[in-house]
């Protein structure tokens, strides 16, 4: 070949590259065609929110599933949803009564014998249903009683059942698990036939999953009709990508964006930054009963007050966490139902923390260790807050999965921890995993917070239940078993064509967004 | 030859058991797949329930003997996090690595050979030094940075490509280019130093004496010689990509191996990773052996064994 025929060649092939460049960028289109593309830094591998814990799975969820029962987001109360209404019999039964005009997606009705069926698969621990163990801890049985009629028999008084109804156990058809029931498999959750206001589509794990609203769907559910006809959920792990995503219109939702990126990029073109709350809650766990050595500074009542006056919180939430963030004093989230606020408070004050230090024996303050597994940045700024006192707080930042066994292990002396209660709004969903007796993340040693915390579960009367919580918070905020820190917020990344308000649980229930 | 082959045949799995060994220990040590499986606020009921049903609350030398035995009868293993066969799971995700590697090493070839063959007929000169400051600025330049500048100039400001996807050819282009111009350096400085060195042989003299010049004299008489340690770094190349394009594919969401990798090892999925390092050390031996044959055939004083 000589050079000429080399050079047309290559002349050719750039025309060809050109004229294929030309041609429209393939993209999802939004508004135009009624289509909300949604990013997602960790992607959808199965519909089946049986079989599925994650909050990307939560959300989808919310979509495609109801249960008997869901939490208004305005209220944030437990109303019916799938159920038409329910009666207790007594504290440990409850008669629900199912609506007549529900479908499932493959256009069957929705019956009693399908809300016995999916409970009893859930309690059989060879469903391996990811929520078996904790139906089975509180729920005894549930039994149909008539046409459109079932009554729920559980262990013990449990509070939050109606709750659990709705947010953990969408509803299935009858015979849907048959065949892995045979096998033993897990299930795909490839496809799905539930009864929420959009149906799945089509389900390419690790790229996305599409859904449609449900022409079926029942007239006057709590839930509403969708305004939007189809949302596209796309694996994006990238931030930097999600924003370019977002900027030239190929996605149109973005959440749990770090704070830094959401407000440099909100505002910018097409783009709004909207912030909103969540239910996770921000703390540092003391071994106040010494369970890592008894010699530990911690166990003194005088040290674990020093540390709480000692951290200037406003001005972390100010400066590292911010927007939506508030500095909390008790040991839950405001929001949630029995989270007493009228408990003891350390407000800043280094003096009165050099004060008590003196008082406890360290004149000149100690050392400790202080593991952490995320919020980096805060987890320094207390660390120097102690440093002012003269405390040194080793901070050891390790993956999550390390302070668990580090903490099995009694080898903990403080952790800042945090939790979302699963978006609960009930001070339960905190205090059961962090009060019980025989958790390693109760490092009270008080067995008098543990009876107060975990006794208020097992009650159903709403006003003992309060009485119950605001005595054990008092308690843990005297004796400052934790140093409660702050209240998260959940940043959105929205296109300026799509109306979105945040929810008040940091549970995005995308069946309310519109076109502006 | 027989014998060559048997030895690496050998060896590899030698590679193949160390690093399934290595990957199984440190994968279980760094990490508590239950936890990783449930995620950050699964309630401690659901973590054990789940470290029941997988069986991760089996001594570990008990884990890796039944994964190790599945092995053995072609069983690969499920996936925790995906649900499928790990076998199924890397075929699906394969193909997509293989296309951004193989356009990665093309576009290599295409800037770093004639670079590096410019370089070498022009020693010393403004070309040379052109092709020489492009090769440092394509090493010094971060991967994951080039990536969000190309996106931006012409994904977001020129929509010439899409951002992200792997669904037609165009989402390969800017992945492959970032992949690419990682490898342009060391195969450009490779051809030019083997060119120079290969140019000044005596054949090359007598070549130029017959009359011949400049691309017919590279083409026909000094390329093939200088492309042979070039042949061996682009098959490792080529391993690197096809193993490595983790920052690449999660940056474009390409749903490639490398992803597969990312999400694996962040979600426990021992299965996977395992097999997924087992599969990326395959692919180093299998090329570097192809690339040995390779530079045998190119160079006949080569001899295998």
């Known amino acids: 070949m000589t050079l000429p025929r080399i050079a047309r060649a290559a002349a050719a092939a750039a025309l060809a590259l050109a004229a294929a460049l030309a041609c429209p960028v393939p993209a999802f289109a939004a508004k135009s065609d009624d289509t909300l593309v949604v990013a997602l830094q960790r992607g959808i591998t199965s519909v089946d929110y049986l079989y599925t814990t994650k909050r990307e799975y939560i959300i989808l969820s919310l979509l495609t599933d109801d249960g008997l029962t869901e939490v208004d987001p305005e209220t944030l109360e437990v109303r019916p949803l799938a159920a038409r209404s329910w009666k207790a019999v007594d504290d440990k039964t409850i008669d629900v009564t199912i609506r007549d005009d529900v479908k499932f997606h ?316 699963g978006s609960v709004p009930d001070t339960a969903a905190i205090a059961d995993v962090h009060w019980s007796a025989t958790t390693d993340r109760n490092m009270s040693g008080d067995p008098e917070v543990t009876a107060d915390m975990i006794g208020a579960q097992r009650i159903a009367d709403p006003a003992k239940r309060k009485a119950l919580y605001e005595k054990g918070l008092k308690r843990i905020a005297e004796q400052a078993y934790w140093v409660p820190l702050y209240t998260f917020s959940l940043n959105y990344l929205v296109a300026g064509d799509l109306a979105f308000n945040p929810p008040k649980d940091g549970l995005p229930r995308l069946y309310l967004t519109r076109w502006k | 030859m027989l014998r060559y082959a048997l030895r690496r045949a050998m060896l590899a799995l030698a590679v193949g058991f160390t690093v399934s060994l290595a990957t199984f220990f440190l994968l279980n040590f760094a990490t508590d797949p239950a936890q990783a499986l449930a995620g950050e606020d699964a309630t401690p009921e659901v973590v054990a329930q789940i470290r029941e049903q997988y069986g991760f609350d089996k001594p570990l030398p008990v884990q890796y003997a039944r994964w190790l035995g599945g092995l053995a009868r072609g069983d690969f293993g499920e996936s925790y996090h995906w649900r499928s066969p790990v076998g199924a799971l890397i075929a699906s995700h394969a193909p997509v690595t293989i296309r951004l590697a193989l356009m990665a090493i093309a576009i290599t070839i295409v800037v770093a050979i004639p670079l590096g063959a410019i370089a070498a007929l022009r020693p010393d000169s403004f070309i040379d030094r052109m092709a020489l400051g492009v090769a440092v600025g394509a090493q010094a330049i971060p991967g994951f940075w080039l990536a969000l500048v190309l996106i931006i100039v012409f994904a977001v400001k020129f929509p010439i490509f899409p951002v992200s996807g792997d669904s037609t050819w165009r989402h390969f282009v800017l992945p492959a280019i970032v992949l690419g111009a990682g490898s342009v350096p060391a195969v450009m400085r490779l051809t030019r130093s083997g060119l120079l060195e290969v140019l000044a042989s005596d054949y090359i003299r007598t070549a130029r004496a017959k009359g011949f010049r400049g691309l017919r004299l590279l083409t026909r008489h000094a390329m093939r010689n200088a492309m042979v340690p070039v042949v061996s770094v682009l098959a490792v190349q080529l391993g690197a990509k096809l193993g490595g394009s983790v920052i690449v594919e999660s940056v474009f969401a390409l749903n490639g191996l490398g992803r597969l990798a990312l999400q694996s090892i962040l979600g426990g999925d021992v299965p996977t990773v395992q097999m997924l390092v087992f599969v990326f050390a395959m692919t180093f031996v299998v090329l570097t052996f192809l690339a040995d044959l390779l530079g045998a055939w190119l160079d006949p004083r080569v001899r295998l064994g």
Not at chain 1, 131 to 145: H, I, N
Request: net charge positive; glycine share 8%.
């Open chain 1, 106 to 421: 493959d256009g069957s009705p929705l019956t009693a014998d399908d809300v016995v069926y999916t409970y009893e698969w859930v309690l059989n621990p060879k469903s391996r249903a990811n929520r078996s163990r904790q139906f089975g801890e509180w729920l005894a049985s549930v039994q149909k009683t008539g046409p459109s009629t079932v009554r729920f028999h559980m262990k013990y008084p449990f509070p939050l059942a109606l709750h659990s109804m709705g947010m953990s156990m969408p509803l299935r058809k009858k015979g849907t698990y048959d065949d892995i029931a045979k096998t033993g498999a897990l299930p795909l959750g490839q496809s799905l036939n539930g009864i929420g206001p959009y149906r799945v589509v089509s389900v390419e794990p690790g790229r996305k999953t599409v859904i449609e609203r449900f022409d079926g769907y029942y007239k006057d559910s709590p839930k509403g009709r969708p305004a939007i006809k189809r949302i596209v959920f796309r694996e994006i792990p990238d931030w930097g990508t999600q924003q370019a995503e977002l900027m030239s219109g190929g996605v149109q939702w973005a959440y749990d964006v770090p704070y830094d990126i959401a407000s440099a990029l909100g505002g910018a073109g097409p783009v709004e930054f909207v912030n909103g709350p969540s239910l996770r809650v921000g703390f540092i766990v003391l071994d106040a009963a010494g369970v890592s050595g008894k010699d530990n500074p911690l166990t003194k009542l005088a040290v674990r007050r020093a540390l709480n006056h000692a951290i200037d919180r406003e001005a972390i939430v100010k400066n590292i966490v911010k927007g939506d963030a508030r500095v909390i004093d008790s040991a839950c989230h405001p929001a949630q139902f029995g989270c007493a606020q009228d408990v003891m408070k350390y407000p800043y004050d280094p003096a009165r923390a050099r004060a008590l230090l003196k008082e406890a024996g360290y004149p000149d303050g100690f050392s400790f260790d202080l593991w952490a597994y995320r919020e980096k940045d805060s987890a320094e700024a207390i660390a120097a807050d102690l440093a002012k006192v003269g405390v040194k707080a080793n901070l050891r930042y390790v993956p999550l999965a390390t302070l668990d066994q580090a903490r099995k292990k009694h080898q903990i002396q403080s952790y800042f921890g945090s939790w979302e209660s």
